[in-house]
């Protein structure tokens, strides 16, 4: 069982940057695919990155690439997104969620959620 908390979300203005983290309880964080979700109001929910221990590598969506970065500190347990250059269309209830597998951007395929944090992003 792993237990996933999502931190940093808040109201922002467009262009300003966020740092959102995810905690997890498990000391085995390392052998998960973690992935970055968020569901913006009106849409499904979207995979927009994920990243593993092993092989060292991350994955993006295009649209995000350039302006999203995820990274892992395995000391702490947490996952983090660091969200630059924000735009209104960024608004979304982000999740991290976990998984035993390899790489996917399935939700369908992630075991573990997080409750989400609330990201705005005004004009």
């Known amino acids: 069982q792993v237990q996933l908390v999502e931190s940093g979300g808040g109201l922002v203005q467009s262009g300003d940057s966020l740092r959102l983290s995810c905690a997890a309880s498990?000391?085995?964080?390392?052998?998960?695919?973690i992935g970055w979700f968020r569901q913006a109001p009106g849409k499904e929910r979207e995979c927009i990155a994920s990243?593993?221990?092993?092989?060292?590598?991350?994955y993006y969506i295009d649209s995000l690439r350039g302006r999203f970065t995820i990274s892992r500190d395995s000391a702490r347990n947490t996952v983090n997104l660091q969200m630059d250059s924000l735009r209104p269309e960024d608004t979304a209830v982000y999740y991290c969620?976990?998984?035993?597998?390899?790489?996917?951007?399935?939700?369908?395929?992630?075991?573990?959620w997080g409750q989400g944090t609330q990201v705005t992003v005004s004009s």
């Open positions: 990243t593993r221990d092993s092989g060292g590598i991350s």
């Open positions: 498990r000391r085995t964080f390392a052998d998960y695919t």
């Open positions: 969620a976990a998984r035993t597998g390899g790489y996917s951007n399935h939700e369908g395929a992630y075991n573990y």
